[in-house]
């Protein structure tokens, strides 16, 4: 077993974002960060394939700020050996096609591997495309929503969540991988395991160092606006003397909402 | 740049294909553009007259059996083939398990932007497609649009409705391309138990979440669901936590618009909540009264869910008799 390599992604905490009520503006500049949870499910699962298998390299990698070691550092507490954070002023609007660029020219230059694993898609931007935008560049069976991953040999066999099935599928490696969040319950690292992590290596890379420019991975998306959604409920409070009659006047009241029919 | 015409819609589930022709015809219309459906699959053609019932006017049709079902790479060469010849300026593709994964690497091949899980579409000034979607764990809406062509979106079941077919004329093309040989194998497919009834077509769901102490009480639930001619739901807790559903209703799990939908026992966050945002009518039923469900419900009650489900239950016969 050669490599693992785990694409993380240093997210904002959805649940602590706040919103602006008036101008319905989301205050995305101090909301906490964290790490990704579909990512740390993939990390999770190298670590047991590692435990399992033994002799390989756990190595992580993220495009992001120089702000995103924290996670990279809580990635090689979990048991990561190896992390490597992408980062360049060069980078500002980026889509998912570009993230998928950088991200496959630093994996070609970390070096020959026989697993990546990704979440199946992000805590914040939710679009579960990075994954297979990856595999597509870097020309590998891609495997999504993966709820138990089994490596024998050189093939690794995935059982998958469809709408209406659970499909097992079976490729060669190298091959991509990613994760739902069914697949396992991320550790928790110690303090010891904490401490063991701060010796561990974090690999910085501009985009020079990937002979990747600018305009390669500029974005071919923009953004128009990203707002708060209008509630627009009526928020009314049922209540009454007793559970008798709040119940009654909620029945009425669905009635003549025209919701439930005579 | 400018030489990108009309637009296209496939998808590997047939009917969600049928639900996106509907607005991918209005797109056409605005753009004076001709609209066209990717049929793939084996012995399929029949479905081709009824999707030009749908608003098609043509019909690349890719019938082999090597296509009988979907296997990513087969699908992908299929589409990047037809894609690069004919070149589209919009492609929209159903967002599906298989789907949203073979538009990104689509899209990928052809050095596309991509906007997953559009619910809404439309055309700015430019005639860009403008696609919106949730975000940030459905704290926010994001409208977002494309710099270069074609450009992609895909779409998930259910945020359109399938047209009422009419009688038009389309052409259908059958296309030879050559399929590229898979990189994955399926070894085995079982189908999910699942009920026929899918959540997302329920009229009306009575849901559950934390508030619910035992398994057996769903009894209650089911009571009050039976009376509405209703489902039951359940929120992501009771799922990945205790085991007592298998499926839920969310952001990651099912998005519904129920006419009536019954929280009963759920808090309210922001992930449950993007999936039942487009509910026409939410009441909650909770304990506490903090509870951050009472802000996107229209009604709310304030009370324990097994003293209030038993007589919302009576209340509610009482009004249909």
Redesign the interface.
């Known amino acids: 077993m050669k490599r693992i390599i785990v694409c993380l992604k240093q997210a904002i905490d959805v649940s602590q974002l706040k919103v602006d009520p008036p101008t319905r503006q989301l205050m995305t500049a101090s909301a906490p960060r964290k790490m990704s949870d579909f990512d740390k499910n993939a990390l999770e699962e190298a670590i047991k394939i590692k435990e399992k298998l033994g002799a390989t390299e756990i190595c992580t990698v993220t495009l992001s700020s120089e702000d995103a070691k924290a996670v990279l550092r809580e990635g090689l507490a979990m048991g990561a050996d190896k992390a490597f954070l992408v980062n360049d002023p060069a980078v500002k609007d980026v889509d998912t096609l570009g993230t998928a660029y950088v991200l496959a020219e630093a994996i070609r230059k970390i070096g020959e591997f026989s697993l990546i694993l990704c979440g199946e898609t992000s805590l914040d931007s939710f679009s579960g495309l990075v994954g297979p935008r990856l595999a597509e560049l870097l020309n590998l069976p891609q495997i999504t929503s993966a709820r138990k991953i089994t490596v024998d040999g050189d093939t690794v066999t995935v059982e998958r969540t469809l709408e209406d099935a659970v499909e097992a599928v079976k490729a060669k490696m190298p091959a991509l991988v990613s994760v739902t969040r069914e697949i396992n319950q991320p550790r928790i690292p110690s303090l010891m395991m904490i401490m063991r992590a701060s010796k561990k290596e974090i690999v910085m890379w501009a985009l020079s160092d990937l002979k990747l420019e600018g305009d390669k991975i500029a974005s071919k998306i923009e953004l128009v606006e990203v707002l708060a959604p209008k509630t627009e409920r009526k928020k009314i409070k049922i209540t009454g003397e007793n559970v008798q009659e709040i119940a009654d006047k909620l029945a009425k009241a669905l009635v003549q909402e025209g919701v439930i029919r005579r | 740049m400018n030489e990108n015409r009309g637009v296209w819609v496939f998808s590997d ?1 047939y009917d969600l294909a049928l639900e996106i022709l509907g607005k991918a015809r209005e797109i056409a219309d605005k753009l004076q553009a001709e609209l066209s459906a990717v049929l793939i699959g084996h012995n399929v053609q029949d479905k081709a007259m009824e999707m030009i019932r749908c608003g098609a006017d043509k019909i690349y049709l890719a019938d082999d059996q090597a296509l009988e079902s979907f296997q ?1 790479e087969r699908y992908l060469s299929v589409l990047y083939h037809l894609a690069a010849s004919f070149k589209p300026e919009i492609m929209l593709i159903g967002s ?3 789907g ?6 689509l ?3 052809l ?7 559009c619910t809404r579409l439309s055309l ?1 000034e430019q005639k860009r497609l ?1 696609g919106e979607r ?15 062509k074609p450009q992609i979106a895909t779409v998930p079941a259910r945020a359109f409705e399938k047209p009422e077919p009419k009688d038009r004329n389309g052409q259908l093309v059958k296309v030879d391309v050559k399929i590229e040989e898979p ?10 138990e ?1 009920s026929n009834v899918r959540i997302e077509d329920a009229e ?1 769901i009575v849901s559950v979440g934390r508030g619910l102490e035992k398994k057996e009480d769903k009894a209650l639930l089911e009571k009050l669901a039976a009376v ?1 001619s209703g489902q039951v739901g359940s929120s992501r807790p009771l799922v ?1 936590d205790r085991k007592w559903f298998s499926e839920w209703i969310g ?2 799990g099912h998005k519904v618009k129920p ?2 939908y019954i929280a009963c026992g759920i808090s309210g ?3 449950h909540v993007a999936g039942i ?1 487009d509910s ?4 909650a039923i909770n304990k506490d009264p903090e509870a951050p469900i ?10 324990d869910l097994y ?2 489900l038993p ?2 239950t ?3 016969k ?3 008799q």
């Open positions: 589930k990513a599906t398990k298989n949203k994964p073979l538009a990104a690497r899209a990928t091949r050095g596309a932007g991509c906007v997953p899980d700015d403008v949730m975000t940030y764990g459905g704290n926010a809406i994001a409208k977002l649009t494309f710099k270069t990189k994955t194998e399926i070894v085995e497919t079982k189908s999910l699942t009306v509405l990945e952001l990651s006419k009536l966050v922001i992930q945002r026409k009518v939410i009441v009472f802000e996107v419900a229209d009604f709310g009650v304030v009370g003293e209030v007589a919302l009576e209340a509610i009482k009004q249909l």
